[in-house]
């Protein structure tokens, strides 16, 4: 009965060099959601993604960021050319296939991006 | 739109005492739910209660209840008798019913218990 499984749990970057964040919903689980979270913030919503689809991606940068969720693997989130603002705590959470305004959300423990 | 508001960064209580955490939102959406995270100095984000814009009751979860006021839109978690594995980040967040997928959080509460 794994959780959601994130890794690396803590990436280190310098500036221009990619990032890829990797993300393992739990079992079952067909949906997927990227999150940031900035120091002494909330989270802000990213992208969501089913199996092979974007779904939504109104809260992702148009430039440098892109997400995927292969029909086998984790879900992935890559940010290319990798800049200090982007510094942050990466969460992933899951949630089973059935939609509703009570259904919660699954969370990873985070990737903590660092930028030098 | 979709607004969440947390109005307090910080919060002390005194161990075994209660404290209400404050929640208000903004929605246009007819039908919500609202929901407590909590998140502990390790990071993870560890959901805790969840109350239905619709259910007639406040919802409640052992030691945290929430204290829902459609008519002012508030969604308060009021924590019972603390314990110091209480200290952690608190969010609120909330998700409507048109549009399932994006859940929004509120800035967070930082709640300290103190011996």
């Known amino acids: 009965n794994a959780g959601v499984m994130q890794n690396p749990r803590h990436l280190v970057r310098r500036r221009g060099q990619e990032a890829r964040l990797r993300c393992s919903p739990m079992?079952?689980?067909?949906?997927v959601y990227w999150y940031r979270q900035l120091p002494e913030e909330g989270l802000k919503f990213m992208v969501y993604l089913q199996k092979e689809n974007i779904i939504d991606e109104s809260g992702m940068p148009k430039e440098r960021f892109s997400a995927e969720f292969p029909k086998e693997g984790p879900s992935i989130l890559r940010i290319q050319q990798v800049v200090r603002g982007d510094s942050a705590a990466y969460f992933c959470?899951?949630?089973?296939?059935?939609?509703?305004?009570?259904?919660?959300?699954?969370f990873g423990s985070g990737t903590q991006l660092s930028v030098l | 739109a979709q607004k969440i508001t947390q109005t307090q960064p910080g919060m002390f209580v005194q161990e075994k005492e209660a404290v209400t955490l404050d929640c208000t939102y903004d929605?246009?959406?007819?039908?919500?739910?609202l929901f407590w995270y909590k998140q502990p100095s390790s990071g993870e984000m560890i959901f805790l209660i969840y109350q239905g814009s619709y259910d007639q009751q406040n919802a409640t979860e052992g030691r945290y209840s929430l204290n829902f006021q459609k008519a002012r839109k508030s969604a308060n978690l009021v924590i019972s008798a603390s314990q110091l594995g209480d200290s952690a980040m608190y969010f609120c967040?909330?998700?409507?019913?048109?549009?399932?997928?994006?859940?929004?959080f509120g800035s967070g509460t930082k709640l300290n218990v103190k011996p």
């Open positions: 959470a899951s949630s089973p296939p059935l939609e509703g305004a009570g259904e919660k959300l699954f």
């Open positions: 967040a909330m998700k409507g019913f048109q549009n399932f997928n994006k859940f929004y």
């Open positions: 929605t246009s959406d007819p039908s919500y739910g």
């Open positions: 079992k079952g689980h067909s949906h």
